[in-house]
């Protein structure tokens, strides 16, 4: 028997599989970890089998002898070994780069007796089960006719804000459980965890795993054998759920869509939403996408009839309706002598919703207490010595770099002048949390953004303190915004709407109305009216006055406008390359390299750069980018190895890192 093995090694130059012996007796098979002698000095290394076969072409006085397999390590998968080699075709990415990502447990971890099951917190006595009203039962039907002929079918279920979205996930699954399959549940961030698995543990209690970046080896390795063995059915997580290792997988849900953080950015920087469909094609079962607004990639495959639409128009529970929506020009108030932070309207609502015993959510997407530290001589702001970025000034008197960690105590004089008028500039949401505090001192005040949420368990300890009203305002950047249903939310205020319009990002605009019409949809989700201020210095940007309708329709039309006339995703494909190194000089004459020849070679191919990007230092390494466009994804993949061959040519010695983003 041979076995072919992809070696642990990140050189691209040798990724390829090697073949090997296996010895009589080792009783190695498919996606095995293995320990192999490896070049000509025989040093062993690890590998992964990826293909097993009784004979060989060549002499086997060649062929080396696998060495044994790796003591406790986890065997990968024959679906996860041939999603990891879609991976490495479609990400530009080595074999073995994709095959560690779709293994996110490694290594078996020793039981510890005093480890608490995780899903303890999660438990509630009562179901929460609803009726379906008639376009939430079309829904299950069209998914549920798929699954039972055993096809790889999409769906894209476009639901406003409150629709039911969940409940048709959870029907779907009982019927997939119900079968003796399995089923994936993901979700954008770690935040949403607490209200679904709450939701879903409830109703397949003891079948249900997580997974997490905040959860500790020994757990991930748990939730990571009870779906190998069978003991759950139902795995919910983040994007790396999504190579949970189910054998009998009968259902993929992929909840927000549309949201970024299901976007890898480490290597291989993979799409989660193609991946789940890769691996639900693979399963031979339905997969099903849901979002009150969907990625214009996702909608035009829908309108296209590559994905099959599925709509809910009305909100769920019976007697609850879109909240009431007003656009404040902050422009305005400044002129009436208002220089708060809040409008006169929204702090009427927020008295009133306070004296009625009603709870409020307030998003700004800026954490810290002040952007920047600036002196008023020199004009230079404070900044990090290894990025080029400010340091964001905090309450408790640090300055942190939001890209590396770098903090230091804030100083007394000015580092780049001496001078001591350094004053603080900028606003964000533990600024803000202080000055709801002032404004409404009987209050009970809680505050969610990255800061607040380092330590394990903070996002559940501040959602059900939340839920459990034992606070009466929730302040928070764009975590608070995704999904999360609390009934007593009257009022919502977007303290600074129109921040992500600054982004420097052709999806800017999507992004914005994304955000701000998820915002809305958390006031008034039950029979209480709910209301929604929406502050902005651009109230006639359509991103705010369609969010304002949540007009998804008339957004989508509007901005693929703009998206025809630049030639941008979803029109056509994006490549984008982002070249980084430690050695400045190396990184523009590899990046000018690559570009001269390139406009040379594809004419036809529309080519920016190479420019700096945005930050264009973190961790002291520099990073240059070059966008490719073109209508062919073909010619995309190939112009991305064209690039990589392009470098390697004129940088031998590897000191320059190519990363590839596809759109």
Do not use: W
């Amino acid at each position: 028997m041979f076995a072919e093995i992809i070696v642990d090694i990140t050189n691209e130059a040798l990724d390829r599989a090697f073949t090997y012996h296996v010895p009589d007796g080792l009783g190695v098979k498919l996606g095995d970890r293995v320990e192999v002698p490896f070049g000509i000095s025989g040093r062993t290394k690890t590998g992964y089998v990826i293909g097993l076969r009784e004979s060989v072409s060549f002499p086997m006085e060649k062929i080396k002898d696998i060495s044994g397999k790796v003591e406790n390590a986890i065997s990968v998968q024959g679906d996860l070994i041939r999603l990891a080699a879609f991976m490495s075709r479609e990400y530009g990415t080595t074999m073995n780069q994709c095959l560690r990502t779709v293994l996110p447990v490694k290594r078996t971890v020793r039981k510890n007796s005093r480890r608490i099951d995780p899903l303890l917190s999660y438990r509630q006595d009562t179901d929460e089960k609803h009726a379906l009203n008639d376009e939430q039962e079309a829904a299950v039907q069209a998914v549920s006719v798929a699954f039972q002929a055993g096809k790889s079918v999409p769906f894209l279920l476009f639901g406003i804000t409150g629709s039911g979205k969940t409940e048709v996930y959870l029907h779907i699954m009982e019927e997939v459980v119900a079968a003796g399959k399995q089923a994936i549940l993901l979700i954008p961030e770690i935040s949403l965890t607490y209200q679904t698995v709450r939701r879903v543990y409830t109703r397949f209690q003891g079948k249900v795993a997580i997974m997490n970046s905040r959860m500790t080896a020994g757990e991930r390795y748990e939730a990571f054998e009870k779906c190998r063995k069978g003991e759950v059915s139902v795995m919910v997580g983040p994007r790396s759920a999504v190579f949970a290792p189910f054998e009998r997988l009968g259902l993929i849900i992929m909840d927000e869509e549309h949201e970024r953080a299901y976007k890898s950015e480490t290597a291989p920087r993979y799409e989660t939403r193609d991946v789940a469909f890769i691996r639900a094609h693979l399963a031979k079962c339905p997969i099903l996408y849901g979002s009150a607004t969907p990625s214009l990639t996702m909608y035009q495959s829908a309108l296209k009839g590559r994905i099959k639409l599925l709509r809910l128009s009305k909100r769920a529970k019976e007697g609850a309706a879109l909240p009431e929506t007003e656009i404040i020009d902050l422009r305005d108030e400044l002129r009436k002598g208002n220089r708060s932070v809040f409008s006169d309207r929204l702090k009427q609502l927020m008295t009133e919703a306070l004296s009625e015993k009603r709870q409020i959510m307030l998003f700004l997407n800026r954490r810290g207490y002040s952007n920047f530290l600036s002196c008023r001589s020199c004009g230079e702001s404070v900044r990090c010595p290894h990025c080029d970025v400010s340091l964001t000034l905090h309450q408790d008197g640090m300055l942190r770099c939001h890209y590396c960690g770098y903090e230091e105590p804030v100083m007394k004089v000015c580092p780049h002048c001496g001078s001591k008028y350094l004053a603080p500039f900028g606003f964000g949401t533990e600024k803000l949390e202080r000055y709801v505090k002032g404004l409404f001192p009987d209050a009970r005040v809680l505050r969610m953004d990255a800061d607040t949420t380092r330590d394990k368990g903070a996002y559940e300890k501040i959602l059900r303190a939340f839920a459990g009203r034992e606070a009466d305002i929730l302040i928070g950047t764009q975590m608070i915004v995704k999904g999360h249903d609390f009934p007593d939310v009257t009022v919502v205020g977007l303290v600074l709407a129109d921040l992500s319009l600054q982004s420097p990002d052709f999806a800017a605009s999507e992004r914005t109305f994304q955000l701000i019409t998820q915002a809305a949809g958390r006031a008034g989700r039950d029979r209480i009216k709910g209301h929604v201020v929406i502050q902005t210095y651009q109230p006639e940007h359509y991103a705010i006055t369609l969010s304002m309708k949540q007009d998804y329709i008339s957004f989508y039309e509007k901005e693929m406008t703009y998206r025809r006339l630049l030639r941008y995703p979803p029109v056509e494909k994006l490549l984008t390359v982002q070249f980084q190194s430690m050695d400045e000089d190396t990184l523009s004459q590899v990046t000018e390299y690559v570009a001269e020849h390139l406009r040379g070679e594809a004419p036809d191919v529309s080519i920016i750069g190479p420019v700096q990007a945005s930050v264009y230092r973190v961790k002291d390494v520099y990073r240059k980018i070059i966008y490719v466009k073109h209508d062919s994804h073909d010619i995309i993949i190939q112009l991305r190895e064209r690039m990589s061959a392009l470098s390697r040519e004129i940088d031998p010695r590897g000191l320059v890192l190519l990363n590839f983003d596809i759109q």
